[in-house]
């Protein structure tokens, strides 16, 4: 690729996280970038936060809707990585200081028990591996300006992950049909968007599947003990200071979480 310093790229994404900066986008300097390029700048990105002493919990899947793939232009979703500092409790706070322009989104985790290796692993083996699945709310955080970037931009930037709130309730995932599962988004008691399992890729398991078969084609696996955001139920909706959000899923309950200053 010319001229791009994948580390040095890495370095600057990471600044703009730490420092809440949000910067032009990669792709405007170099609009060669390519998807594999840039899973290298995440790779080196992801070293960044574990010489720091961050932790990870596990992969997550993103642009795993229809919408979503439609308006990025893409017919697989991508993955990056959620980290110990980006966890908040339910019923928590996410603070504005820690974030530049944060938008969220309702989804199921899985809880891996057994490893997952692809390549050819079906959405049945996914769930067969999965030992509980539990509800989630991400919060997505592009460091892009205006939250506007092309699919190589956003895999750089670990793909937009920025924090994330976990139930507590665990589930064996054999006692819900997780495809149907509805889940609906509220904003200080209103609606602001609602969906099925299904929106995920058709089913949450089929996610950890193409994660696993992703993860193949540079050697590596899902791990038993993965925490693992499986991709959007609802739309993802812009929060702001004074927020109480709140997400109910059916079977597996409400969690929450205010903004503050
Ligand atoms: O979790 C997600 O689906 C986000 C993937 C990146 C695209 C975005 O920031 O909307
Ligand atoms: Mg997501």
Not at 18 to 45: F, G, M, N, W
Not at 61 to 90: C, H, R, W
């Amino acid at each position: 690729m010319s001229g791009l310093d994948i580390k040095a790229t890495a370095d600057f994404l990471n600044r703009a996280e730490l420092e809440k900066k949000e910067v032009t986008r990669i792709t405007i300097e170099h609009p060669e970038l390519s998807v594999k390029d840039a899973y290298k700048i995440q790779e080196e990105l992801v070293s960044l936060k574990l010489q720091n002493g961050d932790r990870i919990i596990g992969p997550k899947m993103g642009l795993t809707s229809q919408a979503k793939m439609k308006q990025m232009n893409v017919e697989e979703p991508i993955y990056g990585y959620v980290f110990d500092y980006m966890l908040i409790p339910d019923g928590g706070t996410l603070s504005m200081r820690d974030v530049i322009h944060p938008k969220v989104e309702v989804e199921i985790a899985f809880i891996m028990g057994k490893d997952l290796e692809g390549p050819g692993v079906t959405g049945a083996q996914a769930l067969a591996a999965t030992e509980y699945v539990i509800p989630a709310l991400e919060i997505i955080d592009s460091r892009y300006e205006n939250f506007q970037f092309t699919l190589s931009d956003v895999i750089a930037d670990n793909a937009s992950t920025s924090r994330v709130v976990f139930g507590n309730r665990m589930v064996k995932p054999e006692t819900l049909e997780l495809d149907l599962v509805g889940a609906t988004l509220s904003i200080n008691g209103e609606i602001k968007d609602l969906g099925a399992g299904a929106a995920v890729v058709g089913h949450p398991a089929n996610s950890v599947a193409m994660l696993a078969n992703m993860l193949a084609r540079k050697g590596q696996k899902v791990k038993a003990g993965d925490v693992i955001l499986t991709g959007g139920i609802t739309g993802a909706v812009l929060l702001s200071v004074g927020d109480t959000v709140t997400a109910k899923l059916d079977g597996l309950g409400e969690i929450g979480f205010k903004v503050a200053e």
